[in-house]
């Protein structure tokens, strides 16, 4: 269905894009790249140093102490939002007056700006202000987010799963509306249970929605910074600095370029690498559609 | 039954979202004296406070302003450009939609520092232009995806028959074509001012007073010891605002499922 | 095996029909014999599609008894009246192979293992599809994935009636023919009742015995195809039937004469009763209309060559008559007079045949 003409004049439309994009882009990039590799000891004196930086940041322990932290949570929500998203999704009403409301409700998590998100957690987990750490407090349960280690990993994880399960909703919802009632009807024709009608009709159809849906969770919640900076600002201690954060601290707060740089490029290289892996996994068997 | 999974989960949305609305109403002593589900002394004091303290109220208009801009600049740029994408075969196309791609991945932390010193070295610092240009590092990348993918739907015959009577390209473009992919404008627009709105870490370190977005007004008062938690209850529930309004008019096609001319 | 009658069915797809427009399916009762070969012709929006899923039982009817050799079924679910449907698009399940999306429906109803590839084989080798069996269905073309849906219908011994809505929609129509002809075929060899819903008449003409002609939500006509051209029950199906469909002229009736354009025309069915106030018409087809010497005064307006016999159309006053005419005939440039046979030339009273 290609039916594209090949016309050079194409340059000339993308032109714009191509210069703010490379703007924002490679500038920067190309100034990352360039501290990387240097040294300074101030006064904008720089001394070429190698690789010096990039293994550094390799060998250190705080970067495989961050990249494991950030490893594990994005791993943990993937493993919730994604058949949770489905789940409500599946459970909703194809058509009906209570559609348009429901969605329209569960959209506001997602507009809400980020670090909104954030400070609205803070207070709802307060162990004595808050709704929900005077509740788990009530029941028995010593909660303190602000300095138990494992309340504040589970507070992290039940704000972005508060936050983010919505889009896995909506897409997974926009990709079950596409599927025309005449093969929920062959299937009822054909005797096929409601497992069968899942796996065989729904879950197909879905597959493209799954991918883009689990494509942007893993990058976003990989590269997230402001929800999890405002809740716990990375702590108690470190046990909840994830790599943006302990990059963050790195260049803006000890002002380190060299590693902080060293340290940007193996982070953006390392989602490069998991994109790819995650999408040629997610779309193999797929053919040219 | 089956109707349970998405009541919990409404609710579970609404727990938090409750909570800070009515902690907005609340005056400081009650919120940090006792616990209360609902105010008992019912307040206004901190909206007033919002709405009359500049360092505030000026915190949205500055968000509203570099959003609104950032929006408007994605999608005009991307437009030409998703056509181009979509209609026509040039050299190195594809390697160029990957790479527009890949902007969308990057971590935003990654670019904290560079960007500071790029905006800083071309004096845009503390500008709202500064915010909306940084932004488009992210959001035309996904504005040219979605519209490609609405404009991909719209068969070449529409081209070819407004070519053979006789229109120009731009007229062509603005008066047939644009209108017919309306609602891929309109997704667009709406992702673009999504992220843009919610962003804050870029929007932070680019600004310092005179385009201070509300997010970050916000953060000063977060990390006092809670004398203002009302204030910063009432802040952060008019940033619902905004979204609300959004959401409000594409509700439509929320219930319709995106449409992302993709899905 | 089963006879399909239906009794006093009525449907509206709304809760609280008000008025004769919001009833989608007029009252009707009608019987399909066992084994028959039925169409079921109208124009988009006639309800055609409606009362072919309430035999199914994907709906259910407002009022009325849908009844399978006598036995009320109306409250019976789809999959347990023993009958299979080919939608409008193929329905197919994509991640499955032709031969397990065939085998599906015997598996769903634990059918042992032997006797399921014995059936697929048997069907796959009656509808050509036996070399795709391991192909993944998702790479069958539009006619192939059509045949699997058809397939997944006859693999159960259990079918009572094989209902088609509109098949061949998205079908290539140098592939149309094929399919259809295939699907008679089939009729022939497994003697189900065939219910096919379409808006093509010649679709319906060729494939059915018997063909239920519908508008707006009524059974106009039931007849063999023989039936509906020469003698058509309504103006309906006058028009809706043969290419071009039958002329019909606004006419008065005096006692039991037939009075067109102050001329006494004769017909075949003089009215024995009354007919004030209602709307009186004639309605002769093309092909039973000629030239002569004396008769109904028109004006020529276009000879069109359809090959073997040629189109006029001919206007008188503000109504138009077509007919049909030999190549070699000549056709009146001017003073044209038109002559209807009377052994097919009708009366119609608010457009049903007056009896």
Not at chain 1, 156 to 171: G, K, N
Request: glycine fraction near 6%; proline fraction near 5%.
């Amino acid at each position: 269905m290609d039916t594209k003409t090949i016309n050079q004049k194409g340059w000339l439309y993308v032109l714009p894009v191509v210069v703010l994009v490379a703007f924002n882009a490679i500038i920067p990039l190309m100034a990352v790249v360039n501290y990387s590799v240097q040294e300074t000891f101030g006064n904008n004196v720089f001394f070429f140093e190698g690789v010096k930086w990039f293994e550094q940041v390799l060998h250190s322990e705080r970067f495989h102490a961050s990249l494991l932290r950030q490893l594990a949570f994005t791993g943990i929500i993937l493993a919730i939002e994604v058949p949770l998203g489905v789940a409500i999704a599946l459970a909703m009403p194809r058509r009906g007056p209570w559609v348009s409301v429901c969605l329209v409700l569960m959209a506001l998590p997602l507009l809400i700006p980020w670090n909104v998100v954030g400070a609205m957690w803070n207070i709802f987990a307060l162990p004595d202000i808050g709704m929900l750490g005077r509740m788990l407090n009530g029941l028995g349960l010593h909660y303190n987010y602000t300095q138990q280690p494992l309340a504040a990993w589970a507070t992290l994880i039940a704000m972005d799963v508060w936050h983010w399960t919505s889009l896995v909703v909506l897409l997974a919802y926009a990709g079950l509306s596409s599927i025309p009632d005449a093969y929920y009807q062959a299937a009822k024709i054909d005797g096929a249970s409601s497992w069968a009608v899942f796996r065989y009709i729904q879950l197909p159809k879905m597959k493209r929605v799954l991918t883009i849906a689990v494509l942007l969770r893993f990058m976003d919640s990989f590269n997230i910074y402001t929800e999890p900076f405002v809740l716990t600002g990375g702590g108690p201690g470190n046990s909840t600095t994830l790599l943006s954060i302990d990059l963050v601290k790195i260049a803006l707060g000890q002002f380190d370029l060299g590693p902080a740089a060293a340290m940007s490029i193996i982070y953006f290289l390392i989602i490069l690498a998991l994109s790819w892996i995650f999408y040629t996994v997610m779309t193999r068997g797929e053919g040219p559609s | 039954m089956r109707r349970l999974l998405p009541t919990l989960y409404i609710l579970f949305l609404m727990l938090p979202v409750y909570w800070l609305v009515t902690m907005s109403f609340k005056p400081t002593t009650e919120i940090l004296g006792s616990f209360t589900l609902w105010p008992q002394a019912f307040t206004f004091e901190n909206y007033v406070k919002i709405f009359t303290d500049p360092t505030w109220y000026n915190g949205y208009i500055n968000s509203l302003i570099y959003v609104a801009i950032n929006t408007v600049i994605s999608v005009v740029v991307a437009l030409p450009a998703a056509y181009a994408f979509s209609r026509y075969r040039f050299l190195g196309d594809k390697h160029l939609f990957f790479w527009l791609l890949t902007n969308r991945m990057a971590p935003a932390a990654v670019f904290a520092l560079p960007f500071f010193e790029l905006y800083s070295a071309i004096g845009l610092f503390d500008t709202h232009i500064a915010v909306a240009l940084a932004h488009c590092l992210f959001n035309i990348p996904l504005a040219v995806w979605i519209l490609e993918g609405f404009m991909s739907s719209v068969p070449k015959q529409l081209d070819e028959t407004a070519y053979l009577d006789g229109y120009s390209f731009w007229r062509f473009f603005l008066r047939i074509f644009v209108p017919t992919i309306a609602a891929g404008i309109g997704v667009a627009a709406f992702f673009c001012f999504m992220f843009s709105w919610v962003e804050l870490l870029l929007a932070k370190t680019l600004t310092s007073v005179a385009a201070k977005p509300i997010a970050a007004t916000m953060t000063r008062t977060a990390s006092s010891s809670g004398y203002e938690l009302g204030l910063l209850a009432a802040a952060g529930t008019l940033t619902f605002i905004p979204g609300a309004v959004v959401i409000y008019f594409v509700r439509n096609y929320i219930a319709k499922g995106f449409a992302l001319g993709r899905v | 095996m089963a006879r399909i009658a239906l009794q006093g069915l009525r449907h509206s797809y709304l809760a609280h029909p008000q008025s004769e427009q919001d009833w989608a399916l007029k009252r009707l009762d009608l019987e399909w014999e066992d084994g028959g070969a039925y169409a079921l012709l109208g124009p988009s929006g006639c309800g055609k599609t409606t009362l072919l899923n309430i035999i199914s039982g994907l709906v259910r009817p407002t009022e009325g008894q849908v009844l399978f050799d006598g036995i009320d079924l109306t409250d019976v679910a789809t999959d347990r009246r023993h009958i299979a449907q080919v939608f409008q698009f193929p329905v197919v399940y994509d991640t499955m192979s032709v031969y397990d999306n065939l085998a599906f429906p015997l598996r769903n109803r634990r059918v042992p293992e032997t006797e399921v590839r014995e059936t697929v084989q048997q069907i796959a080798r009656m509808l050509d599809l036996e070399d795709m069996l391991r192909m993944r269905a998702a790479g069958l073309t539009a006619d192939g994935k059509q045949k699997i849906s058809l397939g997944r219908g006859l693999v159960r011994a259990d079918v009572n009636a094989i209902m088609f809505d509109e098949p061949l929609t998205v079908i290539d129509p140098h592939l149309k023919w094929q399919l259809r002809s295939k699907l008679k075929e089939l009729h022939q060899r497994i003697a189900r009742t065939m219910i096919y819903v379409t808006h093509d008449q010649t679709e319906a003409l060729t494939f059915a015995d018997k063909v239920v002609v519908m508008h707006e939500g009524m059974v106009v006509q039931i007849g063999t195809p023989i039936e509906l051209f020469e003698k058509p029950h309504h103006t309906f199906v006058g028009h809706f039937i043969g290419s071009p469909g039958m002329n019909v002229l606004p006419c008065t009736v005096e006692g039991d004469k037939a009075i067109l354009d102050g001329q006494h025309v004769t017909v075949q069915n003089p009215p024995t009763a009354a007919l004030d106030g209602k709307r009186i018409e004639l309605g002769i087809r093309p092909e039973f209309v000629s030239f002569a010497a004396d008769g109904l005064p028109v004006a020529v307006v276009k000879v069109s060559d359809a090959g073997r016999y040629r189109i006029v159309e001919t206007r008188h006053g503000t109504s138009r008559v077509n007919l049909l005419v030999d190549p070699d005939v000549a056709v009146p440039g001017y003073g044209a007079k038109l002559r209807f046979d009377p052994a097919y030339t009708r009366l119609y009273a608010d457009g049903w045949l007056v009896e």
